[in-house]
């Protein structure tokens, strides 16, 4: 019998997809002389943050990009930081530029994102940027929901008259998700901590995403049988292993195909940062 409920989109399976497909531009770019470059910005010792820069660097280079890391002590000031990205917006070997967030307290972090270049801002977070997105308009997008696009995507799955709901309404997740959505024809409700009923809106989804934060947010009750599942949740069970805002198991028993943590949207993010670099050296060569 075929199996039509639970099925997994696996983040990692098709990671490993992408980063190929990134690999072999990166590899064409640099027959040509130029070698994407990404450099990533640390401040200060956030032991999470000391790991995600770790990934994002390694994944760079597995995939034949040049990775810079930048480590400054929790000291650094707002004007030597500022100092640092408009050297390197100015540096032609750095095609992407990261600020690991958070950024310490005395750092402005909305002043040091608008200082990238928007052709460098490769995590999408510029305000050209989510303009771009608003309008349409070619841009990089954040990663993490262009992530989730590309897990619709590679399961040939058709937005256009869907009711998609956004779960959450952050800046870097929940909002550029939604206009995603909405850009591929689909109807979309975002919900957030102020929403009286999210079980009567969850239910009148064909797909939702998960972006809150919060354990169990989702459990079965609240899916409609089939939906699609994206969850962004980056949560600790009581055992202290990663966990998402998805009961995965319950859900997993009702939801059409649902994505795992670990295992789903978490590598595609980092992916994403690498298209985007990617992408970023190749509008520099064809300019
Ligand atoms: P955030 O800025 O804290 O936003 C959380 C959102 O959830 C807010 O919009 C909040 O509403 C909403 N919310 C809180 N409680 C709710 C509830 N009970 N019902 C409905 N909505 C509720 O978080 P974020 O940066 O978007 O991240 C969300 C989650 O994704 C986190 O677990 C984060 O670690 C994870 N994440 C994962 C990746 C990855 O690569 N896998 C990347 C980024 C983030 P209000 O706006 O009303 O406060």
């Known amino acids: 019998m075929t199996q039509t409920t639970g099925r997994l989109i696996d983040g990692n399976a098709l990671s490993k997809q992408l980063r190929a497909e990134v690999a072999q ?3 064409a770019l640099k027959a040509r002389g130029i070698t994407p470059g990404l450099a990533v910005i640390l401040v200060g010792d956030n032991p999470a943050s000391q790991v995600y820069v770790r990934n994002k660097v390694k994944a760079c280079e597995d995939s034949g990009l040049h990775s810079v890391l930048e480590k400054y002590e929790a000291s650094m000031t707002e004007a030597q930081l500022l100092a640092r990205i408009e050297a390197l917006n100015n540096d032609p070997a750095i095609h992407g530029i990261l600020v690991q967030l958070p950024l310490p307290a005395h750092i402005d972090a909305h002043k040091v994102i608008e200082a990238i270049s928007p052709a460098k801002d490769v995590d999408g977070f ?5 303009g771009a997105l608003m309008v349409g308009q070619p841009g990089f997008w954040p990663c993490t929901p262009y992530g989730c696009m590309k897990m619709l995507e590679s399961i040939n799955y058709d937005l256009k008259g869907k009711h998609a709901v956004v779960i959450g309404r952050s800046n870097i997740v929940g909002k550029p998700m939604a206009l995603m959505l909405l850009g ?3 109807t979309v409700t975002v919900c957030h901590s102020a929403t009286k009923d999210l079980k009567a809106m969850t239910l ?3 797909v939702i995403v998960a972006a809150v934060g919060k354990r169990n947010v989702l459990t079965a009750d609240m899916v409609k049988p089939g939906a699609v599942v994206i969850d962004v ?8 292993k990663l966990c998402g805002d998805v009961d ?3 859900v997993k028993q009702v939801a059409g195909w649902i994505t795992p943590v670990p295992g789903g949207v978490g590598p595609m993010t980092i992916t994403m940062l690498l298209v985007n670099t990617m992408e970023a ?3 520099v060569a064809a300019a």
């Not at 510029?126 to 989510?130: C, G, I, N, T």
């Open 126 to 130: 510029h305000v050209a940027s989510a």
């Open 184 to 186: 591929q024809n689909a």
């Open 25 to 27: 531009r990166a590899a």
């Open 233 to 240: 949740g980056m949560n600790r069970n009581d055992e202290g």
């Open 281 to 283: 050296a190749e509008r």
């Open 204 to 206: 009148q989804a064909d």
């Open 248 to 250: 995965f198991e319950g």
